[in-house]
Each structure stands twice: as structure tokens, then as C-alpha cells.
């Protein structure tokens, strides 16, 4: 088949495999969050996005409202956008295309799209990257539903460090450097301060407010945590000497 | 509100700002601020998201075996484990510690 010569092909659909997996953890703490089945579903099929998915049940799972959950989802989401815009740059679809391609902007396929070179590459590469994952992601959703539905307590299980582990391991990619460390710091310091005065959920919002302050008044890459939870070229890019990122200034 | 309207409308949020990016101009593009808002705010939340599910209980701050994942996971990132043995090393570690008896 001549879609597997292409090399922005198989990057994608090797990313696909690698993020779709990680839908089983999703599903499994969706489910013992207090989300049933199909609203767990629902997420993976029409908010697809993990980072906000994971937010949202992790919000209902510490007891935090909807709206709460809904804010912090939101706000996660905003890097969508301006992915969104990269890729409307690169690929300029048309007409319902345009539509189609939204749904599935996210930080793995924008990843592997704006890796290649060749408009052509790029092209395969969102597509492949983009129609895989949301397959993948979803099949694997409703499996860790399904699984994580029969485990009976899921303290016993350990899935709430599951949680926890989700999502360093989702901040993890983004602390390449000292500023984004700092950002983090600051966050968390900001939420483990709020905690103890504000409902659960809302610490996360007033994290969200520290940090888009961080964002408007000071100065520093304008790429910086917008990088893919599983990295598409991450054999190319631990070439690099590391902690260094090609748009680091000082 | 139920949860499930909160949910729905999460999504059509979460689609809108996909769909944003395509619609507005590309010399929006250029500006570099929102942007580095979109990131800086990415950092925050996952780093605030990271220590609500370790330290939170309710309104209250707990120190419990949670710890012990957070402790596993990052061990694991360190090693550049794939995120699915990163989330089965923070289970495994909150599991475990529970069963030699810290909560």
C-alpha cells in the first residue's frame, strides 16, 4: 500500500497505537471517577481531547462541580485553537473537510504534522495521525470502561495514584527547560494554597488564572508547553543535547 | 445541573476552540502572546491537576499513599517509561503501600 512508503504515515499511525493505549487508563478512572459508560464515551467521541478529558473526570473525581469541571476542560483546551490555526495554515482544508479536521486538532496530530516538511507529508501525517488516534483512542476508552467498571474499589486498585501518575505523566513533556518548571512550581504552589478556603475543583481555576498571568506579562518561547503528550519524533529529538529546545532564548 | 449537561456542553466548548483556529484570520497567528498564554496555561493546570489528585481530600490536604505514586510516576518519566507503565507504576505504588498499611 502506498500509504505505508509514506514516512509521515507511519510516524502517525505508530503515534495512533501509542496514544490509543493510553485510552484504557482514561476509561478505567473515567468510570471510577462517578462517570457511567456512556458519559465516559462521550468524552472520548466528542470532547477528544486528553488532556481535558483527563481534567474533567479529575475534577468530578476530587468532588468538584460540573461547572468546575467544565472550566478546567475548557481552559485545557484553548492550545486546540491555536493549534487549530497551525493547521488550517498548513493544510488550508475546504469546505466540510475544515469541520471534519477540527474535531481531530489535537496535540499529537498537529505534532506529527507540523514534524514534515513536504505539504504533502504533512497532510498524511494530521490525517493519519488524527483518524487513527480517535479510532484507537476510542476503542481502547471503552475497554478500560469496561474493565474498570468490574475492579470493584478502586482505592484497593490503586487507581487514584493512577490518576495522579496520568497526569505528571501528561505535565512531564512539558518541562523541557527552567521557565516552564517555574510555571509549574508556581501552579502548584498556588493550588495546595487554595485548597483548604475554595470548593474542589476550583484551585485548578485559580492555578489557570496564575498561570495566564505568567503567560501575559512575561517573556519567553511562545511555543512552550504546547508540545505532544507522546512525542511522534522522539528518536530524532533525543539527538538533541538535552534540557536545550531549538526556540530557547535567554 | 446534571452532570451529563455540563459534560455536553464541555464538548461543544472543546470543539469551538478547534474549530476557532480555523476560522480566524492567520495573521492571528502571528501573535505571539496567545500563544504563549495557551502554553504557559497548559503547564499550570496539568501541574495543579497533579497535586489536587496527590494532596487534596475534599477542602482538606492529605499526605497518604498517593505520595508514593507521584514518587513512582516521576521515578518512571525519569527512566522515559511510556505513559501507560506510568500510570500502572502510580497504581502499583498507591496498591501497594495500602496493603502494607498506609492509607
Not at chain 2, 490536604?61 to 507503565?85: C, E, I, K
Request: glycine share 12%; hydrophobic share 55%.
Amino acid at each position: 500500500m502506498k500509504l505505508l512508503q509514506s514516512p509521515a504515515a507511519r510516524v502517525g499511525l505508530s503515534i495512533s497505537i501509542a496514544t490509543g493505549l493510553y485510552g484504557v487508563s482514561f476509561g478505567a478512572l473515567s468510570v471510577t471517577s462517578g462517570l457511567d459508560f456512556w458519559q465516559t464515551m462521550a468524552l472520548s467521541l466528542l470532547l477528544f481531547s486528553g488532556g481535558s478529558q483527563f481534567a474533567f473526570i479529575g475534577v468530578v473525581a476530587g468532588g468538584g462541580s460540573g461547572v468546575a469541571a467544565m472550566g478546567a476542560a475548557t481552559l485545557l483546551g484553548m492550545r486546540n485553537g491555536i493549534y487549530g490555526m497551525q493547521i488550517n495554515a498548513l493544510l488550508q482544508p475546504r469546505g466540510w473537510l475544515r469541520f471534519a479536521a477540527a474535531h481531530v486538532t489535537i496535540d499529537e496530530s498537529t505534532a506529527t504534522s507540523t514534524g514534515q516538511t513536504d505539504p504533502l507529508e504533512q497532510k498524511r501525517g494530521f490525517w493519519t495521525a488524527g483518524i487513527g488516534i480517535f479510532i484507537l483512542w476510542n476503542l481502547f476508552t471503552a475497554a478500560g470502561a469496561l474493565a474498570g467498571g468490574a475492579l470493584g474499589d478502586p482505592k484497593q486498585w490503586g487507581l487514584d495514584g493512577a490518576a495522579v501518575a496520568a497526569f505528571l505523566g501528561l505535565l512531564w513533556p512539558r518541562l523541557k527547560g527552567r521557565e516552564p518548571v517555574a510555571i509549574a512550581v508556581a501552579c502548584a504552589l498556588a493550588t495546595v494554597l487554595a485548597v483548604p478556603f475554595v470548593p474542589a475543583g476550583v484551585p485548578i481555576l485559580v492555578a489557570a488564572v496564575v498561570a495566564a498571568g505568567i503567560g501575559w506579562f512575561s517573556h519567553g518561547r511562545s511555543d512552550e508547553g504546547l508540545e505532544p503528550d507522546v512525542d511522534p519524533y522522539a528518536e530524532q529529538h533525543s539527538a538533541r543535547p538535552s534540557g536545550q529546545h531549538p526556540g530557547d532564548t535567554p | 445541573m446534571n452532570l451529563w449537561w455540563w459534560l455536553l456542553l464541555s464538548c461543544l466548548l472543546a470543539y469551538a476552540w478547534k474549530l476557532l483556529g480555523f476560522l480566524v484570520p492567520a495573521s492571528l497567528l502571528r501573535d505571539p502572546r496567545m500563544s504563549r498564554i495557551a502554553g504557559t496555561m497548559t503547564i499550570g493546570l496539568l501541574a495543579s491537576l497533579t497535586v489536587v489528585n496527590t494532596v487534596a481530600s475534599g477542602q482538606a490536604l492529605a499526605l497518604d499513599a498517593r505520595l508514593g505514586a507521584l514518587a513512582a510516576a516521576a521515578t518512571a518519566l525519569w527512566f522515559r517509561a511510556p505513559f501507560l507503565v506510568v500510570v500502572l507504576a502510580g497504581a502499583g505504588a498507591a496498591a501497594g503501600l495500602r496493603l502494607l498499611g498506609w492509607r
